[in-house]
């Protein structure tokens, strides 16, 4: 059963069933994944978070209660991936376009599950190691939100 649903603004090639292992790794709920560009998510980040400037990944869980997502079966939230940061995170770093994709998606689905690298007491990056290494991926990203 497919959880997400994807949509692509972009070119970038999306191996949607390896995120698919990947999110079913994590939930059974349904996720919006949406891919685009520098410009689209630096506007939401500047409407979201009142940061002006493109990020790699943002994050958006349902605001409804989780028992009430347990209920009527709706979804966990929406994942938007800058498609720009993909290609040049994965150049600079030297793996895949898809191994960056798939770091920024866990790291997101991470947050749409209630984990918060920014007050946490190193919770989620033990998360994110762990399905890293589940999922034989780059360690890149472990070194990156220990930077930030």
């Known amino acids: 059963m497919k959880i997400i649903d994807l949509e ?7 191996d949607i069933d390896a995120l ?17 560009d520098n410009k689209t998510i630096q506007e939401l980040n500047r409407e979201h978070r009142e940061k002006d400037k493109p990020t790699d990944v943002l994050s958006f869980p349902m605001d409804a209660p989780f028992t009430e997502q347990s209920i ?5 939230g929406s994942i938007v ?4 940061f993909v290609r040049q995170k994965a150049e600079e770093l030297g793996h895949s376009i898809q191994d960056e994709l798939s770091l920024l998606f866990i790291h997101g689905m991470l947050h749409l599950l209630g984990f918060d690298h920014e007050t946490d007491n ?5 998360r994110e190691k762990e399905i890293i290494e589940q999922f034989d991926l780059p360690s890149s990203l472990i070194v990156r939100t220990k930077e930030k």
């Open 8 to 14: 692509n603004e972009t070119d970038l090639p999306v």
């Open 20 to 36: 698919e292992k990947i999110a079913q790794s994590l939930t059974t709920k349904e996720i919006e994944l949406i891919i685009t």
């Open 72 to 76: 009527f079966g709706m979804p966990l």
């Open 81 to 84: 991936i800058s498609a720009d």
């Open 122 to 126: 190193g919770e989620m990056r033990a």
